[in-house]
C-alpha cells in the first residue's frame, strides 16, 4: 500500500516515520521542493520501504504524478495549498487528509463531498493537534453525556525548560502562531457562534508537576467547525492556548506596539514589515535546537448523565523523543495525520467530507495514540459528578 505525504519538514516528516514503522508492509513517498534534508529517524529506510520525489505545490502535474498509485495521500502543506490538493487527491482515486487550521477552506473542502462519497474515498480535513486530536477527544466527551452544557479545548507547544522573557520556543511556524495572536477567536456564548478578541480571558490551571501552573487565553483556528455545529445545542464551547505565566501580557504590549502588523510601514525613506522583522529578530532567541519541548492538552465536556452534573476530562501531556529526535508537537500532530490516514486506507472511513470529530471514533483515536505512547488520561473530576 502507497502513502503519499505532501511536504517533508517537521510534521510530514514524523507522520511518514509513523506510517514506516507501523506499516510493515507499506510503501511511503514524501514529495517536496526539497528532497535533500530528510530527518534523521527517516534515513534507515530510505531506498527501501521510503522513496522521495521533488514537486512544487503550485505545480498540478507534478503533484498529480506523485499522488499517482497512492491510496491515501497525507497533506503537511501550508493550509492554503489544502482545497487544490484535496481536488487533485479525488481525481487521483485516492483518500486525502490534512493539517487543516482554516475554517474556511475547510467548508470548500466540504463541497466536495458528493464526488467523495460517489468515488467511495474519504476526505478528512483539519487532522493535527489542534484543530485534529483535541477535536476528536471533544466529541469523546460529548458522546459520553447525555445532555452537553459546556465544551472547553486547552492546547500549549511549551520548552521544557523556559526561558525569559517569553518562556516560549518555536515548536511550528512562529508566523501561523503570531497569526493566531491577531485574528479573532469563535466561541459558543450562551448558545451563539460569537467572536472574542485573541490574547483575551487570561486565565490559570494547573497541571502535575514538573509543569505546574499554565495561562490560557483566546486564539483562532483551534475550534475548527465545532461552533457550527453545536450552535444551539451547547451553551458554551471554547478553545484556549496554554502558555507559562506572564507570555499573554507581554504579547499584548508588543502587538499593541504594531509589531505583529503584517504590512508594510514607511521606514527612513523605505518599506519595512513589522512582523517579519520581529520574525526575524526574535527567531534566533526562541529556537532550541535540542528539540526538547512537550505538548500539553486538556479537554472537558460537562453536563448531566443519568440526571446527574457529570464532567468528561481528557488529559495529554507527551514530550520530545530524543531517541528518534522528533518533538512533542510533532508526535501530537504528525501521528494524529498518519493514524486518521491509515484508518482511511483501510476503509474505516465512510466516503465523503468530515472533520476529524464528525468521521473519527474517538476510543478507537485514543488507542492508537496509547500504541505511540503518547498518554491519554480520561477522568471524571470528582467534583462534578455531584451526590
Known amino acids: 500500500m502507497k502513502f503519499l505525504v505532501l511536504g517533508g519538514g517537521t510534521q510530514g516528516s514524523a ?6 514503522r507501523r506499516d510493515q508492509d507499506s510503501e511511503v513517498v514524501i514529495a517536496d521542493l526539497r528532497t535533500d534534508a530528510l530527518h534523521p529517524a527517516l534515513q534507515p529506510w530510505l531506498g527501501n520501504r521510503l522513496a522521495t520525489v521533488r514537486a512544487n505545490a503550485t505545480c498540478e502535474w507534478e503533484i498529480a504524478a506523485a499522488m499517482k498509485g497512492a491510496a491515501a495521500v497525507l497533506c503537511a502543506f501550508p493550509y492554503y495549498f489544502n482545497h487544490d490538493m484535496t481536488r487533485l487527491a479525488l481525481e487521483a482515486g485516492a483518500h486525502f487528509t490534512d493539517l487543516g ?39 469523546g466527551g460529548i458522546d459520553r453525556l447525555d445532555t452537553v452544557d459546556s465544551v472547553r479545548l486547552w492546547v500549549g507547544g511549551l520548552p521544557q525548560h523556559p526561558k525569559p522573557p517569553l518562556n516560549y520556543q518555536i515548536v511550528y511556524s512562529l508566523e ?4 493566531y ?11 451563539r457562534r460569537t467572536v472574542v478578541e485573541a490574547l483575551s480571558e487570561v486565565e490559570t490551571l ?14 483562532g483556528g483551534g475550534t475548527s467547525s465545532l461552533p457550527a455545529r453545536y450552535e444551539g445545542r451547547v451553551r458554551s464551547l471554547e478553545y484556549k492556548t496554554l502558555r507559562y505565566p506572564g507570555h499573554a501580557h507581554i504579547m499584548r504590549a508588543i502587538r499593541a506596539l504594531g509589531l505583529l502588523r503584517d504590512a508594510e510601514v514607511e521606514h527612513q525613506g523605505g ?16 529556537t532550541n535546537e535540542d528539540g526538547d519541548d512537550l505538548v500539553v492538552a486538556r479537554v472537558e465536556a460537562a453536563g448531566e448523565r443519568d440526571g446527574r452534573p457529570a464532567r468528561i476530562r ?13 518533538t512533542a508537537m510533532a508526535r501530537t500532530t504528525g501521528f494524529s495525520l498518519s493514524i486518521v490516514a491509515r484508518m482511511q486506507a483501510r476503509g474505516e472511513v465512510a466516503p465523503g467530507v468530515g472533520t476529524p470529530d464528525e468521521v473519527i471514533p474517538p476510543d478507537a483515536f485514543v488507542a492508537e495514540l496509547r500504541r505511540r505512547d503518547i498518554q491519554v488520561e480520561v477522568s471524571e473530576p470528582p467534583e462534578a459528578r455531584g451526590p
Open 15 to 20: 507522520a511518514a516515520f509513523d506510517l514506516l
Open 181 to 191: 495572536y491577531v485574528t479573532p477567536a469563535e466561541i459558543l456564548k450562551d448558545g
Open 176 to 179: 501561523g502562531m503570531l497569526d
Open 314 to 326: 481528557y488529559d495529554v501531556i507527551d514530550y520530545h523523543d530524543p531517541a528518534t529526535g522528533i
Open 271 to 286: 518599506k519595512v514589515n513589522p512582523r517579519r522583522f520581529f520574525i526575524q529578530q526574535v527567531t534566533p532567541l526562541l
Open 101 to 139: 487550521g482554516n475554517t474556511a477552506i475547510v467548508e470548500r473542502q466540504k463541497g466536495l463531498a458528493a464526488r467523495a462519497r460517489e468515488a467511495g474515498l474519504s476526505i478528512v480535513p483539519d487532522v493535527g493537534l489542534a484543530p485534529g486530536m483535541v477535536n476528536i477527544l471533544a466529541q
Open 206 to 219: 494547573e497541571f502535575p508537576d514538573p509543569i505546574g501552573r499554565l495561562e490560557a487565553f483566546h486564539t
